[in-house]
């Protein structure tokens, strides 16, 4: 496996009260953004500090694993919260994961949730995913079944999260009435339809 290959996904796993997990993984892949992804450690922090998300989401990748440089998290946290200020969606999901598990960055589930929700409201059904398994780990069923059901029908949709997905639903739903999911997805068109 190449060191910087894009299409390899970063897969963060760690174990939850609920047996879920919060996963991370890299933007899709374009020309563009595979020059980042094997560009020279030097060159690509002049990017990354010239404000070119792509650049800032790579380079926080390497701190993140410990790629070319000394792993660090803090450092990984600082570009990966540049590039989500500026409307990547995987760097958002990277910074919702590392709020959460207090990674590089004092642990904040409300700020993890925000973040989480900015990529989910572009569609990426991972930080829906992510939304759920928070939800799920709070004891809140209703509202993880609702995060689970709006990760299955995403815009980018990665279909290994989809599919895990629909097997936690059923599992959810084996202890939810039918008003309570009901109530769920009812609240995740709700969300889908809203500018927030």
């Known amino acids: 496996m190449k060191k910087f290959a894009i299409t390899t996904a970063l897969m963060t796993i760690f174990a939850a009260s609920a047996h879920a997990e919060l996963i991370t993984q890299q933007p899709s892949s374009s020309t563009t953004v595979a020059q980042y992804a094997s560009m ?14 792509p650049a800032q989401f790579y380079l926080a990748s390497r701190y993140k694993k410990g790629i070319g440089v000394k792993q660090d998290q803090s450092q990984a946290f600082q570009w990966f919260k540049k590039a989500a200020d500026q409307g990547i969606p995987s760097a ?10 207090g990674l590089g960055v004092k642990s904040n589930l409300q700020q993890a949730k925000a973040y989480l929700m900015k990529a ?19 004891k809140n069923y209703v509202g993880a079944y609702q995060w689970y059901e709006l990760s299955t029908r995403d815009g980018m949709l990665d279909f290994k999260v989809k599919d895990m997905s629909e097997k ?7 202890n939810l009435s039918q008003n309570d999911m009901r109530m769920a997805r009812e609240r995740a068109d709700r969300w889908i339809q809203s500018d927030e």
């Open 40 to 53: 020279p450690l030097e060159q690509l922090t002049r990017a990354a500090q010239a404000g070119q998300a």
């Open 92 to 101: 958002q999901l990277n910074v919702g994961e590392m709020y959460a598990n």
């Open 120 to 138: 989910a409201k572009l569609g990426d059904n991972r930080a829906s995913y992510n939304l759920a398994v928070l939800e799920e780990r709070a």
């Open 168 to 174: 936690k639903i059923v599992q959810l739903a084996a």
